[in-house]
């Protein structure tokens, strides 16, 4: 029996991170994986987008500063700067258990890796701080190193984890994906995606959905995908697995800490 914790979108907001993983019992006050999780029966989950906060008031508490400016060099380095510094923490845990800790490639992270794209928010916010050719900060080697690992998809039987959908086109963040409408729209258009690929679950992140984590069932009342991108509504998804069952999935459910 093995239980996934599943956590959306981080968006810079890493002391909510913090305390969601607490509250799951997977991390312990030095940061650090706790027993179930380095025994492996916990298994977190982040869905990805780690870095770029999703507003003014994000970008201001992040930095300190009153009103943030992406037009400011100095405004710019000191978001980079905060962020580099709780990506350190976040990487000494992963590395402290690797086996149990999934992080996803958000196209956000991709963006922070190799800036191609400016990314901007609906209020015209610019996501340029670790764009060096538009006043911001190089990722440091290290972690972009390590980012740049990070999978674009877990499978676990027929569970499937992924930032955007079950489409493996949504898995490329390149000129089409930013055109293309159908990645925050495929879960109410074309939900049967996720059966038609042959997936028992699928849990995904990316689009945001007023009322926190939108649980998708099919006609049989059985779960079909979930879509988490809720840490800011403080939720999580819990997910149980049986392997040893022909349906391994025993059970999801939406976590409030
Ligand atoms: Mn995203």
Known sequence: ????????????DFELLWEALRSASCMGADFLPTPPLQAGMYQVVLIGDLVHPKNQQAYNRLTGLKHFDFRDQEHLLLAA?????????LKAYQTAAPHAIHILLGNHDEN??????VLGTSGGLRHVEFDPSRGGAHLPAHLAEWMGGFPRELRVGNMQFAHVSPLPAHQFYDDLFYTDRSTKRWFTET?????MAGLSFGIYGHTQIDGGIYLHSGESEKPLFAMIDALHAREYLEIMCDERQPAPLTGVNTVLF
Request: charged share 30%; aromatic share 6%.
């Open 1 to 12: 029996m093995h239980k996934f914790i599943a956590i959306g979108d981080v968006h810079a």
């Open 81 to 89: 700067r905060e962020q580099i510094k709780q990506l350190e923490r």
């Open 112 to 117: 922070a890796i190799r800036p191609h794209h």
């Open 191 to 195: 939900p049967e995606y996720v059966e």
